[in-house]
Every structure is written in C-alpha cells, then in structure tokens.
C-alpha cells in the first residue's frame, strides 16, 4: 500500500460563482513506495468543495496515475483529507 501526502497550496472561490459558494482547493499529492521511499507520482489536484460535499477531480487523477485501485484509493483519501479541512479553508485573496 502507498503512502500518500497531501498539501494544499492554493484556495479560491470557484468561478463563476454558485449558490453554494464553492471553492476550488489546489492539492499538491505524493503517492511515496512505502518499502523504498521513492517518490512513485506527483500531482496536482483541483478539489472542488461546499457545505454538502467534496469532488477532487477524478480526471486528473488518471492523467498521471493508471492503478485502478490506486485511483480509487487517492480519491477517497484526499476526500477526507479536505473534507475535515473545509472548515479551516479560506480563499486566499479576497475578491
């Protein structure tokens, strides 16, 4: 099983802007070998969130990553990831 490392670098309200006030948080990801350490993929994720759920874009995902389960796996990880962080992030230029 990898290790995967999550950090948000960017925050921004989605355009054009919803009912639901969505925001777009930009994840850099590391996928690491567990046994080496070597790093396997780097990515950058757009995650779009609100209030009622969380959508890190699937598509991107699989533009560097082929692993089905590895897919899957990113997915619902950074799912938790950014929905426990949801309340802490804010836009990071007020607009």
Same mark, same amino acid.
């Given at each position: 099983?990898? &290790?995967?490392?999550?950090?948000? +670098? &960017?925050?921004? $309200?989605? $355009?054009?802007?919803?009912?639901?006030?969505?925001?777009?948080?930009?994840?850099?990801?590391?996928?690491?070998?567990?046994?080496?350490?070597?790093? &396997?993929? *780097?990515?950058?994720? #757009?995650? &779009?969130?609100?209030?009622?759920?969380?959508? #890190?874009?699937?598509?991107?995902?699989?533009?560097?990553?082929? +692993? *089905?389960?590895?897919?899957?796996?990113?997915?619902?990880?950074?799912?938790?990831?950014?929905?426990?962080?949801? #309340?802490?992030?804010? #836009? +990071?230029?007020?607009?």
């Amino acid at each position: 099983m990898p &290790q995967l490392i999550f950090d948000v +670098d &960017q925050v921004e $309200k989605r $355009k054009p802007e919803d009912e639901l006030q969505s925001k777009v948080a930009y994840v850099h990801t590391e996928v690491l070998d567990q046994a080496s350490g070597e790093t &396997q993929h *780097t990515l950058m994720i #757009p995650v &779009q969130f609100h209030k009622y759920g969380v959508y #890190p874009d699937i598509k991107k995902i699989g533009e560097i990553v082929e +692993d *089905t389960k590895l897919k899957r796996e990113i997915y619902y990880r950074l799912r938790t990831y950014i929905k426990k962080l949801s #309340p802490f992030l804010v #836009p +990071d230029s007020a607009e």
